[in-house]
């Protein structure tokens, strides 16, 4: 589907499930900075600049079952709760990185 698209059936969604993997991708960011829940078998990485991991709902299959129906009993209050449009729009905007590379051309340049 066009990526337009994707961005309407996300914004629409009460809950996103991440990949089982310890890191995520730019579809699970983009659900995040638009605040959906996320769930994701297992735990993430932590950033390497930051030491934060994303605000999902993590864990074995039950534990991660149990947060999912706990989360679709009042899906924007485990969006608030999580936080995760808070932690991943300041550390996903382009903005942050066009200045970061700048920087870093600048210094190769010079």
Do not use: C, K
Not at 38 to 44: D, K, Q, V, Y
Request: charged content about 20%; hydrophobic content about 45%; aromatic content about 8%.
């Amino acid at each position: 589907m066009p990526q337009s698209e994707f961005h309407r059936v996300v914004a629409r969604a009460h809950m996103a499930v991440g990949q089982a993997s310890n890191y995520f991708s730019t579809s699970e960011f983009e659900a995040l900075s638009m605040g959906v829940p996320m769930a994701a078998l297992g735990s993430r990485l932590p950033r390497p600049d930051d030491g934060t991991v994303p605000p999902v709902m993590e864990g074995s299959v039950s534990a991660v079952v149990e947060q999912i129906v706990e989360a679709m009993a009042d899906p924007l209050r485990m969006s608030v709760d999580l936080g995760g449009a808070a932690w991943a729009r300041p550390r996903y905007d382009a903005g942050a990185y066009v200045r970061r590379l700048a920087t870093l051309y600048t210094a190769v340049a010079s």
